[in-house]
């Protein structure tokens, strides 16, 4: 009998397209859904009649109570190597395979660009208005050349903002708890001496943390007010990283200059979401890593591990 598999992705034609699904089509049904599916019940009501799911990234929780009432479940593959919405312990408790898939860099660094130019140029603003009929040039750009990019965190995301940021001759500092000189002259920017020190001199932050008990709210109201009125944040990175609540309240009451977020506390955001109307926001759809190369690599690596785990011999798997 042939294995059933679910693929959750907005993009379904997307994802249908960019890998050979043939490859298993003898021993596996595809089915794709092509809108998010809200709520546990509902989850459990659609997945129920499946052995494999593929998943996006961290658009779907996976808890204990849900992998429980999925008794035909048997692999689950999300798209890249790390998953902080699936109940890893659960599924090797219900014995569910967890796998996952590379995952490029380069489209969220391309995309962290892409908010920070956006509000220092205020590209959404200028277009709208010129596409309105409104004024003709009704903002002053904020330079970058000779500006601070303070960085939390140098890894490979942020490194690579990193010298982006010395090609527009600004100048970058970087900031995480375990970083060290030598991995900041390897990158050629600063050190920072201290969190505070890198938020109250830079005119432009931007987090490249993974979450972690360590990071998660580590950007509160008290750090928030570090900012310089004229200063921008953006994140690509994780929303639990800041305090949400904070955000908002200074996005509403003024502190610093106005955010770019492509992460949220809940996603996809709920119509009445105050993110959603929240002012100084310039706000992308969890955009950082849907990249048709990327796109490629997570469903024909997802392909690969179906492939694998059919013959006995799991690739990739998730650690706990």
Same mark, same amino acid.
């Given at each position: 009998?042939r294995?059933r598999c679910a693929v959750?992705?907005?993009?379904?034609k997307?994802?249908?397209?960019?890998?050979?699904?043939?490859?298993?089509?003898?021993?596996?049904?595809?089915?794709?859904?092509?809108?998010?599916?809200?709520?546990?019940?509902?989850l =459990? $009501? *659609?997945? /129920?009649?499946?052995d494999? #799911?593929?998943?996006l990234r961290?658009?779907?929780?996976? %808890?204990?109570? @849900?992998?429980?009432?999925?008794?035909?479940?048997?692999?689950?593959?999300?798209?890249?190597?790390?998953?902080?919405?699936i109940?890893? =312990? $659960? *599924?090797? /408790?219900?014995?569910?395979? #967890?796998c996952?898939t590379?995952?490029s860099?380069?489209? %969220?660094?391309? @995309?962290t660009?892409a908010?920070l130019?956006?509000l220092?140029?205020?590209?959404?603003?200028?277009?709208?208005?010129l596409?309105?009929?409104?004024p003709?040039q009704?903002?002053?750009?904020?330079?970058?050349?000779?500006r601070?990019?303070?960085?939390?965190?140098?890894g490979?995301?942020?490194?690579?903002?990193a010298?982006?940021?010395?090609?527009?001759g600004?100048?970058?500092?970087?900031w995480?708890?375990n970083?060290?000189?030598?991995?900041?002259d390897?990158?050629g920017?600063?050190?920072?001496p201290s969190?505070?020190?890198l938020?109250?001199?830079?005119?432009?932050v931007?987090?490249?943390?993974?979450?972690?008990?360590?990071?998660?709210?580590?950007?509160?109201p008290?750090e928030?007010?570090?900012l310089?009125?004229?200063a921008?944040?953006?994140n690509?990175?994780?929303?639990?990283?800041?305090?949400?609540?904070?955000l908002?309240?200074v996005?509403?009451e003024?502190?610093?200059a106005?955010?770019?977020?492509?992460?949220?506390?809940?996603?996809?955001l709920?119509?009445?979401?105050?993110?959603?109307?929240a002012?100084?926001?310039?706000?992308?759809?969890?955009?950082?890593?849907v990249s048709?190369?990327?796109y490629?690599?997570?469903?024909?690596q997802?392909?690969?591990n179906?492939?694998?785990?059919l013959?006995?011999?799991?690739?990739?798997?998730?650690?706990?």
């Open positions: 009998m294995l959750l992705d907005d993009f379904q997307v994802a249908t397209e960019v890998a050979d699904w043939s490859l298993v089509a003898d021993d596996v049904e595809v089915v794709a859904f092509d809108r998010h599916i809200e709520g546990e019940d509902a =459990a $009501a *659609a997945l /129920a009649g499946f494999i #799911v593929v998943t961290e658009r779907v929780p996976f %808890p204990g109570s @849900l992998i429980a009432r999925l008794p035909r479940l048997k692999l689950l593959v999300a798209s890249g190597m790390r998953n902080s919405v109940d890893h =312990a $659960a *599924a090797e /408790a219900h014995g569910v395979t #967890v996952g590379a995952s860099s380069t489209p %969220p660094v391309e @995309l660009w908010l130019l956006g220092a140029r205020g590209i959404v603003e200028e277009s709208s208005a596409r309105a009929g409104g003709w009704s903002t002053v750009g904020a330079d970058l050349h000779g601070r990019l303070g960085l939390l965190g140098l490979k995301i942020g490194s690579r903002v010298q982006i940021g010395l090609a527009f600004m100048h970058v500092s970087a995480s708890q970083l060290t000189r030598e991995r900041t390897e990158i920017v600063e050190l920072a969190k505070e020190d938020l109250a001199s830079s005119d432009f931007s987090v490249h943390l993974a979450l972690s008990d360590r990071t998660r709210g580590l950007l509160g008290a928030l007010a570090l310089k009125p004229n921008y944040l953006v690509t990175s994780r929303a639990a990283i800041i305090d949400q609540e904070a908002l309240a996005l509403h003024g502190g610093f106005g955010a770019g977020v492509d992460v949220f506390d809940i996603e996809p709920p119509a009445d979401h105050p993110m959603r109307t002012p100084r926001l310039l706000a992308t759809p969890h955009l950082g890593y048709r190369a990327n490629a690599t997570y469903y024909g997802a392909v690969e179906i492939q694998a785990y013959a006995g011999s799991p690739i990739r798997l998730l650690a706990h």
